[in-house]
């Protein structure tokens, strides 16, 4: 090296002696590896020494000034402070985490080497501003941090700090100078400055919720980019651009943000009293709003994988190992960002839209709702928005969980705990169980419909499902739709546990059902279950699973080729479709292959939801639990009032007493009735209808004897006219416990108890002329024949009108046996046996109600007691009238008429016979008595 | 305390001052702020070997680019 030039080597030595012993700007000790390591770089960097001329410049040294003067405090005293920035250094905010940094040694910023020409002062800056290895924790300690750690651009009239003059760096100046010369009314205004790591800085603290920032500002929840700040290497425009595209972001972090305080009462701003019911969901005293809390709940999850992420970047920026530019911080938190962006909308539509005086009802609907439509709409658009859906799945998962602990507390346990009234179907805490209303008036569904944005209170529509739909069908219900298919079953599962408990409570408890409770897992954990099977991978599922795969996978491959022999046969020649179609089928075999979803009660994003599989998930975890449940405790309530509460045997005493099929023991009461009436003693009277039911029944059906009763009810004046009406007051009725009473009601005895006075009508008229008797008119003709000759034609019309009674009688009593058999063994009879079919195949309460008022519906109108053919019952009220007045007559004796009154008779009988023979004909013909032949 | 700023800051003065007048008996062609930047750099543990490739090979590209810009004159 020394090339035996001995002075250039006497410096050598010299001057490297030198150096090693002396200090290091930032290292500790002489001689250490860094002073080795300069001197190695300046050896590289040699450049044949020998050849150049040298000579060591005396150094002088500085000698310390004696009056101490602080040059540092001198130079800033002015407004020039040319100090650079100090990025790399403690933080501002409140991280706890970061405060060891503030004990490190400062360095000083690099920003890569510049070969570039800087200003001339930077020669002196360098002196000046050699850091100094201090603590922070001196008195002055906040002053010394403003003039060491950052230049607080944050200031106003902030000092600048240099930067090289290279175009790329300087272009704010250039477009600054360019704008100046071009634009006659351009004013330079007044710009803070600041570095492009710091503006990351702020970015990162602005994403994970800091509230108070120098760039970015608030108002009203707004947030906007502050005008005027720059930075030397871009324009101001484009700079504000990709600012406020932040600034959005930073926004709908801000607005979750705030929401998921409020949700959990971390509220930082006081409330007015006042205003704080509208704005707050939660105040003290009220039941917490669960369907809000999971949503927070799964919210907050998200944030903070978020925050975390962006706790790594910073520190990233902190170690400054690698350059980190804006736009690549932008791009590392791109996926995020539209996951905040999807966060938002979602949050937008289903919570903050939604008027502060809803009721919880409808708000947790909403919610539910808009994330269900949402999945759905993001699982349309494909694989693009794959983390999207699972995104969206994981939240919605999470947010129907108290849904469904509601749903899943109510059909197994019978009892519906919704403190803050957010499910759909509310407890109607007026009536009690014990009430004849109970199966209808507990329970309320509300529907709401977004067209019109009205509540309708739609009284218990699972009965009258059919009845509620229809009323609401032709707007739009969207009333938790994804519980919608299984809504009826629900309902039916919860009142009938319901009704299973209360009944349950006056017999022994079967103890071996409750110590299964505990081993019993929720819908909500059956749900997640059947989801996590659905997604994980095939090699933990079963054998039987794997074939169930393999089918699958055979008929896919097999649709796959079928497919593409239809494309090839219509000599569609597109890649793309056939491309498509492949990728469609062949999909959905690899979809059972995709991940696994890990635990379950931990890691609910299940990565692998992809298209067309939502409902599909739904339809195949959630509902089956559902309906085997509803299956299984309905089948229970119904085994139970059968075989406890003897439901069948109540439905067949109704049928007994007033549908006269117990033949015989009502042939007795009403006969005693008849023989009243005809003897014309007054029969009116409770106590002695009473008393003869009683006798009636209790011959055969002791039991019966209490819970059968006779009321009379005053008969309108009009109707006493005719004399078959007269049978109109009475009225039956059949006292039927709780809870069979909910099958057989009140309005369903009232239609039973005119069935029952038909009957009885068409039983009198039987009666009356089943006892005429011919003997009556024996003693006439003997009479007559003993008569003398010249009566022989008085004789004549005698025996006519003697046989052409006989006639009349015998008519009238085809006509009214033909009526009787026909509604006894047609109508009821029949019928009854169809009743009884349907009733050992119902399946749940409603379902047996339903029945039970069609079976009673069909009497009805068979018997012709509907409104439309009442011209036809008057008919027949008419002939049966006649027939009472004929038998009166009869029995009257044979003077006690006249041949015209006969004729009468006969030309009203046949009058009436002719209208009905027409009407029934003409209603054969046209179909609608399909039973009448 | 200020005192004793100032003469560490001298010292350290000193010392880049000796730096300066090694890396002109070798010739590297540095100047004091890109030696006081080297200096910086290998405080922080860069392997002295590859700074002064890269160095190297920035010198040649500003040279290749002086010399294109010197050329369509």
């Known amino acids: 090296m020394v090339h035996s030039d001995l002075s250039k080597a006497g410096s050598w030595r010299r001057l490297t002696e030198e150096f090693l012993s002396s200090p290091l700007p930032n290292t500790h000790g002489t001689k250490t590896d860094t002073h080795y390591s300069v001197l190695s770089l300046l050896l590289f960097l040699s450049d044949s020494p020998s050849n150049t001329n040298f000579t060591e410049r005396p150094r002088v040294k500085d000698t310390e000034p004696e009056d101490k003067f602080d040059w540092s405090k001198y130079l800033m005293e002015g407004e020039e402070i040319e100090t650079g920035p100090f990025p790399d250094t403690p933080e501002w905010s409140e991280d706890e985490s970061e405060e060891e940094d503030s004990q490190q040694p400062i360095s000083r910023e690099d920003s890569g080497i510049q070969l570039d020409r800087t200003p001339q002062e930077d020669q002196d800056t360098n002196s000046k501003t050699v850091p100094v290895a201090w603590t922070v924790g001196e008195p002055d300690a906040r002053a010394w941090l403003e003039q060491h750690v950052v230049t607080p651009y944050w200031v106003g009239h902030a000092p600048r700090f240099p930067h090289s003059l290279h175009l790329h760096s300087n272009l704010l100046n250039v477009w600054d100078q360019h704008l100046y010369n071009t634009d006659p009314l351009y004013l330079p205004e007044e710009k803070a400055f600041v570095t492009e790591t710091q503006v990351i800085r702020e970015t990162l603290w602005l994403l994970s919720g800091v509230k108070k920032h120098f760039i970015f500002q608030h108002h009203d929840s707004k947030v906007s980019v502050r005008s005027n700040v720059v930075v030397t290497h871009l324009t101001s425009n484009c700079l504000r651009s990709v600012l406020e595209h932040i600034a959005v972001y930073g926004q709908a972090v ?18 007015p009293p006042g205003v704080g019911s509208s704005h707050s969901y939660r105040k003290g005293s ?12 799964a919210l907050n999850k998200y944030f903070t994988s978020f925050k975390q992420e962006l706790t790594t970047i910073e520190r990233e920026v902190i170690s400054n190992d690698e350059t980190v530019t804006l736009s690549a911080v932008l791009e590392r938190l791109s996926p995020h960002l539209a996951q905040i962006k999807v966060l938002h ?28 439509k949402a999945i759905i709409e993001y699982d349309s658009v494909g694989d693009a928005s794959e983390q999207a859906v699972a995104l969206l799945f994981s939240l919605w998962t999470e947010t129907v969980r108290p849904y469904l602990e509601i749903v899943d507390e109510w059909i197994v346990h019978g009892h519906l705990f919704d403190p803050a009234k957010e499910f759909i179907i509310q407890r109607n805490k007026d009536v009690p169980v014990n009430h004849k209303d109970f199966w209808y008036a507990t329970y309320t569904l509300y529907s709401v419909s977004e067209m019109v944005d009205n509540e309708e209170k739609l009284n218990d529509a699972a009965s009258g499902s059919s009845g509620g739909d229809q009323g609401s069908s032709n707007r739009q219900l969207t009333m938790v739709s994804f519980l919608k298919p299984v809504l009826k079953q629900i309902i039916m599962a919860g009142k009938s546990m319901q009704l299973l408990k209360n009944l349950d409570c006056r017999e022994a408890e079967d103890s071996g059902r409750s110590s299964r409770d505990a081993e019993r897992k929720s819908l909500y954990t059956l749900f997640l279950e059947s989801v996590q099977s659905r997604l994980s991978s095939p090699e933990e599922s079963p054998t039987d699973k794997v074939t169930e795969e393999q089918a699958t996978t055979r008929s896919l491959i097999k649709m796959q080729s079928i497919v593409a022999q239809h494309l090839e046969m219509e000599d569609v020649h597109d890649p793309l479709l056939a491309i498509n179609f492949a990728r469609l089928y062949l999909e959905q075999r690899d979809f059972h292959e995709r991940f696994s979803g890990g635990d379950f009660m931990v890691d609910r994003s299940s990565q692998s939801v992809t298209c067309q599989t939502f409902e599909l998930t739904l339809r195949c975890c959630l509902y089956p639990h559902i309906e085997r449940r509803y299956i299984e405790c309905c089948g229970n309530l119904m085994r139970t009032l059968k075989k406890d509460y003897r439901l069948l045997e109540y439905l067949q005493a109704m049928r007994k007493y007033f549908l006269l099929e117990a033949g015989d023991t009502m042939y007795d009461f009403y006969t005693a009735i008849f023989d009243k009436v005809q003897e014309k003693e007054s029969w009116q009277q409770p106590s002695f209808l009473n008393v003869l039911l009683q006798e009636a029944v209790g011959q055969r059906y002791p039991e019966d004897s209490g819970r059968l009763s006779v009321f009379l009810e005053p008969l309108d004046p009009s109707r006493k006219k005719h004399p078959v009406n007269n049978l109109e007051v009475l009225t039956l009725s059949y006292k039927v416990p709780w809870p069979v009473d909910i099958v057989i009601s009140s309005e369903c005895q009232k239609i039973y108890n005119q069935v029952f006075l038909l009957l ?22 003997r009479k007559l024949e003993g008569s003398p000759a010249e009566e022989v034609k008085l004789k004549q019309p005698i025996n006519q009108q003697i046989h052409r009674m006989c006639l009349l009688r015998v008519k009238l009593m085809h006509f009214v046996n033909s009526l009787h058999n026909y509604i006894m063994t047609r109508i009821l009879h029949s019928t009854g046996l ?11 309460l409603d379902q047996l109600i339903k029945i039970h008022y069609r079976y009673l519906a069909t009497i009805h109108d068979r018997c012709l007691l509907r409104e439309k053919v009442s011209f036809v019952k008057e008919a027949i009220m008419k002939v049966l009238n006649l027939v009472l007045i004929f038998s009166d007559r009869w029995r009257a004796g044979f003077g006690a008429w006249k041949i015209e009154s006969i004729d009468k008779m006969e030309l009203d009988f046949k009058n009436c016979h002719m209208f009905l023979v027409t009407i029934l004909n003409k209603a054969v013909r046209r179909g609608s008595f399909p039973h009448r032949e | 305390m200020a005192s004793a700023t100032n003469t560490n800051l001298n010292a350290v003065r000193e010392t880049m001052d000796v730096l300066l007048e090694i890396s002109r008996l070798l010739n590297t062609g540095l100047d004091m702020e890109s030696l006081s930047i080297c200096v910086r750099l290998c405080e922080q543990g860069i392997n002295p070997e590859a700074l002064s490739a890269v160095i190297k090979e920035l010198r040649k590209a500003s040279e290749t680019l002086k010399v294109s810009e010197n050329c369509p004159n």
């Open chain 1, 254 to 271: 801000f607005r979750l943000q705030r929401f998921i305080d409020e949700v959990t009462g971390h509220s930082s701003e006081p409330f």
């Open chain 1, 286 to 297: 009220e039941p917490p709003f669960r369907t809000y809390q999971a949503f927070v709940w």
């Open chain 1, 345 to 372: 909308k979602v949050f937008c539509t289903g919570v903050a839209e939604v008027p502060p005086a809803t009721p919880n009802v409808v708000r947790a609907s909403h919610l539910l709702n808009t994330l269900y």
């Open chain 1, 760 to 781: 009885l009508q068409i039983k009198w008229a039987k009666y009356s002329l089943d006892t005429l008797r011919f003997g009556d008119f024996a003693e006439v003709t």
């Open chain 1, 834 to 844: 169809e009743f009884q079919n349907q009733v050992q195949e119902a399946k749940d």
